[in-house]
């Protein structure tokens, strides 16, 4: 176990993988939580840990009041299930 969360363990590759989900500005905690079991408390713990203190410093000033990164608080329109791919993403082959 580790001081993120109560199930196993995370390895490099999945502190990695959420590092990037908690940058992106339209991933909510919700997310987070659903695939690797981390609330919006150990997210911010994780990040604190694992990142730059100058980076996590700015990374909480971007979440801080952002309504895109709790699915309670976004537009019903950002949360339908048959949602358009995002333009940032590449098509997949």
């Keep these: 176990m580790n001081?993120?969360?109560?199930?196993?363990p995370l390895n490099i590759a999945d502190i990695s993988r959420v590092i990037e989900m908690a940058?992106?500005?339209?991933?909510?905690f919700e997310?987070?939580?659903a695939q690797f079991g981390l609330d919006e408390s150990a997210v911010v713990?994780?990040?604190?840990?694992?990142l730059k203190p100058s980076s996590f410093r700015l990374w909480r000033k971007r979440m801080k009041g952002r309504i895109t990164k709790h699915a309670a608080l976004r537009p019903q329109s950002m949360n339908n299930e048959n949602r358009q791919q995002a333009r940032h993403r590449k098509p997949q082959r």
Excluded at 23 to 28: A, F, I, L, N, V
């Design 3 to 8: 001081e993120f969360t109560d199930s196993a």
């Design 23 to 28: 940058w992106e500005d339209r991933t909510p």
């Design 31 to 33: 997310a987070i939580k």
């Design 45 to 50: 713990d994780l990040m604190r840990a694992q």
